[in-house]
C-alpha cells in the first residue's frame, strides 16, 4: 500500500492529464498488488479506501496472534458495520456515525 502511495504521487501529474497513463504507471510500479489483490488496487487507486479495510486488516492480525476468534472477530467487525448503516436508518433519532476517516487521514495518525 506504501509503495503504491509513493507511486500515486510520484506520477500525480498524470492522474488529471491522463489517467490511462496513470494508472498504467502505477500497475506496472505495483505489480504484485495489481495482479494479486485487484479489488485493493482498485480501491486504492479509485480512492475509496477508509479505515474500515484497516480495521478488517487489524482484526485479522488479532486472529493470527490468538487474541480473538474468527467468531469474536466477525461479531466485532459485523457490528461496526451495523452501527455504521443500518442504526442510523432504523432509528431515527441516533446520532449518525462519525464519518469513516479516509485512507490519509488513517495514516496521518501515524506521522
Request: proline share 7%; glycine share 2%; hydrophobic share 35%.
Amino acid at each position: 500500500m506504501r509503495d503504491m502511495d509513493t507511486s500515486m504521487r510520484k506520477h500525480k501529474a498524470l492522474k488529471t492529464s491522463n489517467f490511462t497513463e496513470f494508472r498504467q504507471k502505477v500497475s506496472e510500479e505495483n505489480k504484485i498488488l495489481y495482479d494479486e489483490y485487484p479489488p485493493i488496487f482498485e480501491m486504492h487507486i479509485a480512492g475509496k479506501l477508509d479505515e474500515t479495510f484497516f480495521e478488517m486488516l487489524r482484526l485479522r492480525r488479532k486472529i493470527e496472534l490468538g487474541e480473538m476468534t474468527q467468531d469474536q472477530a466477525d461479531k466485532a467487525f459485523g457490528q461496526k458495520i451495523f452501527d455504521r448503516f443500518v442504526a442510523p436508518v432504523i432509528n431515527k433519532d441516533a446520532p449518525p456515525p462519525p464519518k469513516p476517516m479516509s485512507y490519509s487521514e488513517y495514516y496521518d495518525q501515524f506521522k
